[in-house]
């Protein structure tokens, strides 16, 4: 049932954003349905907004820091070499001896011109398709060779991996990696053993990821470093089942965050060490949930498919069933409003809905009442059921502690303060 909401559209592989929103939002069932039908939250919160469900969650940065990121990444990622030498002063690499290799200067890009109907948009996608899929075969071959070297390192800068086994997409779907160290057996630094915590026998390849917010303490940025953390951790998951067992063993436990200084030009790139233990296991969580998650929604979603609902790019009434369906098997909370574009659309649903998730974290200690109207019953003096005992006595505890609430201005008499009744 799940596909069929989607047969009509051209389902395609997405990228690594798509990917991350899970680990914010580990039990939002949404995420992984729409990675199984092939489209973007982007796509599903545009229809929304049509449907009126709510708006699109307004995303993006400000032209100045769009400008200072692509600058940032041209200056660390077309030649490499302030990478390289920050890799040779922190003790990563033994001297300034380091082979290069841009895998995006191999292959030309595809154009983005805008598709004048479904069959050139489709063409287009196709297109991009094998764009990705040869830069990741490249990348596999120059990252085998740079590991069978016996006297240099290698820095290899744009990358690609194939994402499908985390993306769970029916097509391919892969993943751009900015920087990635690769270590031959034998040139493996005290300092990159001591990062990793372990010998690394096989060589060791290490992910990074460039980000033009400067470098400040060790303690500042720890929810910057924790995405880029993600992301890392993904490439590095990612290229073990991609790249065979030789690669992936000599894939490392931690990645780096190239940053510009505290202070001084956007020429220059400090490295921060990343430790992806918990984001790994974070990630094959994310996998492992995915599927039981999709057979829910795919039996949950049988009668809205039956009475017609779908994704369409020319039924807003479909488009309408179709999203209102989805929305219930959403799991809002807070944090979705800085992640995800259907934010707003599913808080609109969890409002309409009377869901207890409305009041966010607080809502844990509500389990297993699960509705606003049914707490303030409760709260009213209701007859608990045996499973709602303990909120009830929450409830009762709270009211002998802080005695009734004050009454709200429309509820006071006139003049007067007042308070609600118990």
């Known amino acids: 049932m799940v596909r069929a909401l989607g047969r009509e559209l051209q389902p395609s592989g997405l990228d690594t954003r798509e990917i991350d929103r899970a680990a914010g939002n580990k039990t939002c069932r949404i995420l992984p349905t729409a990675r199984v039908i092939g489209v973007s939250m982007d796509f599903l919160a545009a229809r929304a907004a049509e449907a009126d469900l709510g708006p699109v969650t307004a995303r993006g940065m400000s032209q100045n820091a769009r400008l200072q990121g692509e600058t940032y990444d041209r200056n660390m990622l077309t030649t490499g070499i302030p ?10 690499i033994d001297g300034p001896d380091l082979q290069i290799v841009n895998i995006a200067d191999h292959f030309t890009r595809p154009s983005k011109r805008r598709a004048r109907d479904e069959a050139e948009e489709a063409q287009q996608q196709a297109q991009w398709r094998a764009f990705h899929r040869r830069r990741a075969r490249y990348t596999t071959k120059e990252a085998a060779e740079a590991l069978a070297r016996t006297d240099t390192p290698t820095l290899l800068l744009r990358g690609v991996v194939e994402t499908t086994p985390f993306a769970g ?3 391919r779907s892969h993943g751009e990696f900015d920087c990635a160290l690769v270590l031959p057996p034998g040139l493996v630094t005290a300092r990159a053993i001591r990062a990793a915590g372990r010998a690394m026998p096989h060589g060791m390849i290490t992910f990074g990821d460039a980000k033009s917010w400067r470098r400040r303490g060790r303690l500042d940025d720890g929810d910057k470093r924790a995405a880029v953390a993600l992301q890392v951790a993904l490439y590095g998951e990612a290229a073990k089942l991609a790249w065979g067992d030789r690669l992936a063993a000599a894939v490392g436990p931690v990645g780096l965050v190239v940053n510009p200084p505290a202070s001084g030009g956007l020429s220059i790139a400090k490295l921060t060490v990343l430790d992806l233990s918990e984001m790994t296991a974070a990630l094959h969580q994310i996998r492992e949930r995915a599927d039981a998650a999709v057979r829910a929604v795919d039996a949950g979603l049988a009668p ?5 609902a779908r994704l369409s790019k020319r039924d807003p009434a479909a488009n309408r069933a179709a999203v209102k ?29 009377g869901q207890v998730t409305r009041i966010g974290p607080a809502a844990a200690q509500a389990a297993p009442v699960t509705s606003i109207d049914r707490l303030a019953q409760l709260r009213e003096g209701a007859a608990p ?12 505890r709270a009211r002998d502690l802080l005695g009734p609430p004050v009454a709200l201005p429309w509820q006071r008499p006139a003049g007067g303060q007042g308070r609600v009744a118990a």
Not at 327 to 352: I, K, T, Y
């Open 304 to 308: 809205d498919v039956a009475a017609g």
């Open 83 to 92: 990478i390289g030498q920050a890799l040779a002063s922190d003790g990563w």
């Open 169 to 171: 997409t029916l097509r």
């Open 385 to 396: 059921t045996v499973a709602e005992d303990d909120v009830a006595e929450q409830i009762r």
């Open 325 to 353: 369906a989805l929305l219930r098997f959403g799991d809002w909370n807070a944090s979705c409003l800085q992640a995800c574009p259907m934010a707003q659309a599913c808080r609109r649903h969890v409002e309409d809905t």
